[in-house]
């Protein structure tokens, strides 16, 4: 693993797992992640920020409101994640992806 990847990751019955991939986040507005969506669909998810993800390994399908986007690696999304969002995953495999939220405030 490479020196950043220090964290242990974090498991949630949701439907997916997260790395965090800075040490200390605390008092910053941008948090980036590893995000591992398992097979099946998350739970819908709508909180007080934006997001960027990037697919880095396998597909999903992004549920943004009332639509469906088909991702696969190498596509990229920015979103208001203050509207309902969720994630699907179809595969055996996990998609993997990286995920930067940006906080309006500091939490």
């Not at 019955?13 to 998350?42: C, H, Q, W």
């Not at 009332?66 to 995953?89: M, Q, T």
Request: charged share 35%; net charge neutral.
């Amino acid at each position: 693993k490479a020196d950043w990847r220090k964290h242990e990751a974090l498991s949630n019955s949701a439907g997916y797992y997260y790395e965090p991939l800075v040490n200390d986040s605390e008092n910053k507005f941008m948090t980036p992640f590893l995000l591992r969506i398992r097979k099946g669909k998350t739970v819908i998810f709508s909180h007080d920020s934006e997001e960027f993800i990037f697919v880095a390994n396998g597909m999903i399908r992004f549920h943004y409101e009332s639509k469906v986007y088909k991702l696969e690696k190498g596509d990229s999304i920015y979103f208001d994640s203050r509207l309902d969002h969720a994630f699907e995953n179809n595969n055996k495999e996990d998609a993997e992806l990286l995920f930067i939220k940006f906080d309006y405030r500091r939490f």
